[in-house]
């Protein structure tokens, strides 16, 4: 049975028009606006970073032209790092609007973190998320840091941009980084799974969001393209991977799928499936128990793979 905690956070969530005082649940089509979406991110986590988890220092700087910040917890290895590819459906998704989440995993782990601005759609489509996340890991290969001491990292689209990266250094013959770890990754932008059916009614995404996003990615792409929707590559040759899922999801099918396929090919992959567990909720840890168990269960993971 899942906790008393858990409940009443779905609960709230699940339920959250109701509380802003509006009938029936926000939901997606092509004139929802983009710019209010990111805003209302920024202003949500702007609150939230106010509750930082102590000993995590913030070190702003730059690859490139895009805007990154280090995760610093005290006493970390200076030679071992988390390359961050955060979420936001790849409309969204900032430094600072995932500073609170990602700085939890930086301090439970105790492992440097690297998180960047990538480019965001639908202003700038696939392949520019893509292209961003190679230059950040080309980046910190250049700074002096060993493939085997990196380990990428993402959630949501992040963590299917996470998967899409491996795909892609693997593809180019650049040295794969240590492991990979994906939350909720969304690894098929065409959307066949079942879930995307089945769980309609449980998840606490509004609906048409993912087809919204999804179009604006790949634009006049292939959905199908391995590097947009990394469910549909040939995964032999990947580092081992950590992926967790919720069973209220619509995208719960992106990651038992890959991580079947990913097994098939002989990849060492670790699936979790969190029963009533909502989208990338390890990254809610404390707020209730199953979230901090899974948590601390990532962290041990990635603490192995660093050598940590």
Known sequence: ??????QLLYFTMKNRHLFQFKLKPETWDFNTSIPAFRQMCEEVNAKMTKQMPAGV????????KMYAEWLIPTGADKTKVILYTVGGGY????CSDHRQFVSKVAARSG??????NH???PEDPYPAALNDALEAYQWLLDQGFKPENIL???ESAGGGLCLATLLAIRDKGMPLPVAGVALSPWTDLNRTGESYKTKTKVCISPPGMSAVCSKYYYGDNDPTDPWISPLYGDLHGLPPLYINVGSYETMMDDSTRFAAKAKAASVDVT?????KMIHCYPLLAPMFPE??????????????RLGV
């Open 291 to 304: 979230a901090t168990q899974e948590m601390n269960a990532i962290c041990g993971f990635i603490r192995k």
């Open 57 to 64: 220092t913030v070190s702003p700087t730059q690859i490139g």
């Open 91 to 94: 409309v969204s998704g900032t």
């Open 111 to 116: 492992i440097t973190i690297l998180t960047f």
């Open 271 to 275: 699936l979790t499936v969190g029963e």
């Open 119 to 121: 480019r965001l759609a």
């Open 1 to 6: 049975m899942t906790s008393l905690q858990s």
């Open 152 to 154: 990428i990292m993402g």
